[in-house]
């Protein structure tokens, strides 16, 4: 079965400063993965995904993700953070053709 | 170009009462899943529509029923309202098979609360 650990509920961190929001996931086979993006109020954005080929992807709004095999890893990281990117942030593991996802981040910016 | 349009925005409902959540996707797309995520969880698949039948199913209870009609738009029905239905219910939209995975758009969602 199929399954992802976010290992951080919630992750503070300051304006201008960088971040790593954590992602494991489970899988006996290969599998796609996916990191979404939740505002206040709101359904999910795709953030960026990882299909196959170059192991480091980049995605919308200076996010990027690197994905480490031999680790089950799938970690999310920006250089520089803004007070904008204050939301929920999910990974989500699909083979299936469903998503299955973690029990979130909650990354906070504080000014 | 519309993405996908989910109604109502929010619901009161009391428990025993059933529910219909609408949803219509993203132009071009022809699958529609629909997800649960109760407060402070991630999202958790309820079940797919394809061709207006029933393509997969996750660990929801023969109460959660849905149908998808000949134009793609879709409908959750839920009976029997328990508290613990108490939810946003988001609807994603996709193109079929091996394209689905790449491509899902997301509502906004229905909140549902049960009293």
């Known amino acids: 079965a199929q399954s992802v650990t976010q290992l951080d509920s919630q992750v503070p961190v300051f304006e201008e400063a960088p971040v790593e929001l954590r992602c494991n996931y489970s899988s006996s086979v290969s599998v796609y993965l996916f990191w979404y993006v939740q505002y206040p109020n709101q359904g999910l954005q795709l953030l960026l995904k990882y299909l196959s080929g170059s192991t480091l992807v980049k995605g919308i709004n200076g996010f990027e993700a690197e994905f480490n095999k031999s680790q089950t890893s799938f970690h999310l990281r920006k250089p520089s953070v803004h007070i904008s990117d204050t939301a929920e942030y999910f990974c989500?593991?699909?083979?299936?053709?469903?998503?299955?996802f973690g029990t979130g981040t909650r990354l906070q910016v504080f000014p | 170009d519309a993405g996908v349009t989910q109604s109502p925005t929010h619901l009161i409902k009391t428990r025993g009462q059933q529910v219909t959540l609408r949803c219509s996707p993203k132009?071009?797309?022809?699958?529609v899943s629909w997800y649960q995520q109760a407060l402070g969880q991630g999202p958790q698949f309820i079940f797919q529509y394809y061709e207006e039948e029933e393509r997969q199913r996750g660990n929801f209870p023969d109460r959660f029923s849905g149908h998808q009609f000949p134009n793609y738009s879709s409908e959750l029905n839920v009976n029997a309202l328990l508290l613990g239905d108490s939810a946003l219910y988001l609807c994603a939209s996709s193109l079929a098979w091996a394209e689905s995975n790449y491509g899902y758009t997301f509502g906004s969602g229905t909140r549902l609360t049960v009293v």
């Open positions: 989500a593991v699909s083979k299936t053709d469903k998503l299955i």
């Open positions: 132009s071009g797309h022809d699958t």
